[in-house]
């Protein structure tokens, strides 16, 4: 296992994170802990979940694992979680309100069995409350001890900077990471949100970094998935909706070149989505999510591929999302970039 810090913060991790949201829906409680078992025994540390996961049994079923576990392994485990999405039915159950949040923060501290949290993220944006009460909120939780870092998800561009300058203006403790979506099939967010991030010393934490399964080569083209996989179960389901997906010749592009690298280096195409992923700038720790100690395991092995620069440029033509020529394409980039000559 390889660590990075969380941001510009001290707080080091693990390279790979483990994603719990299968936790109690998908994988049972039995299955989880040998996945939680499993990513502490190869060096993991950062353990990702929500309140909203399972209902609230993901976070339930964690706190029951630590309760089990010493010292030592509490220890070492680096412990996020999120709220932003409703786990009830009221008018002040969802959101990123002083009073919602301060709610959810004591029930996944209740559930998770720990007197702190330590990444607090903001689920996502929430149009209604004013910014600063949700930093303030943040800020109050890190002086009381409930929380010792500060995350963000699910935020584009221009929310990341604000949440940033915010926080900056008023003294408040800031950001020190976002989780978006990223991955071979999702790089539009190397426009702006990346940039945001980079400059601002925010770590990435990306989800979904397999893109539902579909960089693991199980889906085939003009062929409805089956079967006990997420699409086989819901072909409809989330941005990986395989009529939408499939329907994009790009995605077959990619995951031909995923195949061809995966042959080559005699890798899983797991295995190689996410060596991309662990190359790329400002990530800070890559979010597994496996249904099975198999999958997990097979996952956790990625760490040990490198892609040789002629791979990583096959990987980067084959995904490139096709920015326009101005401001993100090749004009752009080359105008922001270029020297200047001639004194002026």
Same mark, same amino acid.
């Given at each position: /296992?390889?660590?990075?810090?969380?941001?510009?913060?001290?707080?080091?991790?693990?390279?790979?994170?483990?994603?719990? /949201?299968?936790?109690?829906?998908?994988?049972? #409680?039995?299955?989880?802990?040998?996945?939680?078992? &499993?990513?502490?025994?190869?060096?993991?540390?950062?353990?990702?979940?929500?309140?909203?996961?399972?209902?609230? #049994?993901?976070?339930? =079923?964690?706190?029951?694992?630590?309760?089990?576990?010493?010292?030592?392994? &509490?220890?070492?485990?680096?412990?996020?979680?999120?709220?932003?999405?409703?786990?009830?039915?009221?008018?002040?159950? @969802?959101?990123?309100?002083?009073?919602?949040?301060?709610?959810?923060?004591?029930? %996944?501290?209740? &559930?998770?069995?720990?007197?702190?949290?330590?990444?607090?993220? @903001?689920?996502?944006?929430?149009?209604?409350?004013?910014?600063?009460?949700?930093?303030?909120? @943040?800020? $109050?939780?890190? %002086?009381?001890?409930? @929380?010792?870092?500060?995350?963000?998800?699910?935020?584009?561009?221009?929310?990341?900077?604000?949440?940033?300058?915010?926080?900056?203006?008023?003294?408040?403790?800031?950001?020190?990471?976002?989780?978006?979506?990223?991955?071979?099939?999702?790089?539009?967010?190397?426009?702006? =949100?990346?940039?945001?991030?980079?400059?601002?010393?925010?770590?990435?934490?990306?989800?979904?970094?397999?893109?539902?399964?579909?960089?693991?080569? *199980?889906?085939?083209?003009?062929?409805?998935?089956?079967?006990?996989?997420?699409?086989?179960?819901?072909?409809?389901?989330? +941005?990986?909706?395989?009529?939408?997906?499939?329907?994009?010749?790009?995605?077959?592009?990619?995951?031909?070149? +995923?195949?061809?690298?995966? *042959?080559?280096?005699?890798?899983? /195409?797991?295995? +190689?989505?996410?060596?991309?992923?662990?190359?790329?700038?400002?990530?800070?720790?890559?979010?597994?999510?496996?249904?099975?100690?198999?999958?997990?395991?097979?996952?956790?092995?990625?760490?040990?591929?490198?892609?040789?620069? $002629?791979?990583?440029?096959?990987?980067?033509?084959?995904?490139?999302?096709?920015? %326009?020529?101005?401001?993100?394409?090749?004009?752009?980039?080359?105008?922001?970039?270029?020297?200047?000559?001639?004194?002026?």
């Amino acid at each position: /296992m390889r660590y990075h810090t969380l941001g510009r913060s001290g707080c080091s991790v693990s390279s790979l994170a483990l994603g719990t /949201m299968t936790f109690g829906r998908e994988t049972d #409680e039995a299955g989880s802990v040998e996945q939680l078992d &499993r990513f502490i025994e190869a060096g993991g540390t950062l353990v990702d979940t929500a309140d909203v996961y399972a209902g609230t #049994e993901s976070e339930s =079923i964690i706190g029951r694992w630590l309760a089990a576990k010493d010292a030592a392994v &509490r220890g070492q485990v680096v412990l996020a979680t999120k709220g932003r999405f409703p786990t009830a039915g009221g008018p002040n159950d @969802v959101g990123t309100s002083r009073r919602h949040l301060s709610t959810a923060l004591d029930a %996944s501290l209740r &559930r998770l069995g720990v007197d702190t949290i330590d990444l607090y993220q @903001v689920h996502g944006w929430d149009p209604l409350t004013p910014l600063e009460e949700t930093l303030r909120f @943040v800020d $109050d939780a890190v %002086s009381a001890g409930k @929380v010792r870092y500060f995350g963000l998800s699910n935020f584009t561009g221009w929310q990341v900077q604000k949440a940033v300058d915010v926080a900056d203006r008023r003294g408040w403790t800031p950001p020190v990471t976002l989780q978006p979506q990223y991955n071979l099939l999702a790089r539009e967010i190397e426009w702006e =949100i990346v940039p945001a991030c980079e400059s601002e010393g925010l770590g990435l934490l990306p989800w979904s970094p397999l893109g539902g399964g579909w960089l693991t080569g *199980k889906y085939r083209r003009d062929e409805q998935p089956t079967g006990a996989t997420r699409l086989g179960e819901n072909p409809d389901r989330g +941005v990986e909706a395989y009529n939408r997906r499939s329907a994009i010749e790009r995605t077959w592009d990619v995951v031909e070149a +995923v195949r061809a690298v995966a *042959k080559g280096q005699g890798v899983s /195409m797991a295995q +190689v989505a996410l060596a991309w992923l662990l190359s790329r700038r400002a990530v800070s720790s890559v979010i597994l999510g496996a249904r099975t100690t198999e999958q997990l395991t097979d996952n956790i092995a990625s760490i040990d591929v490198t892609l040789t620069e $002629d791979e990583l440029r096959l990987l980067d033509e084959a995904s490139d999302p096709g920015a %326009s020529d101005y401001p993100y394409g090749g004009p752009g980039n080359e105008q922001r970039a270029r020297r200047i000559d001639g004194g002026r």
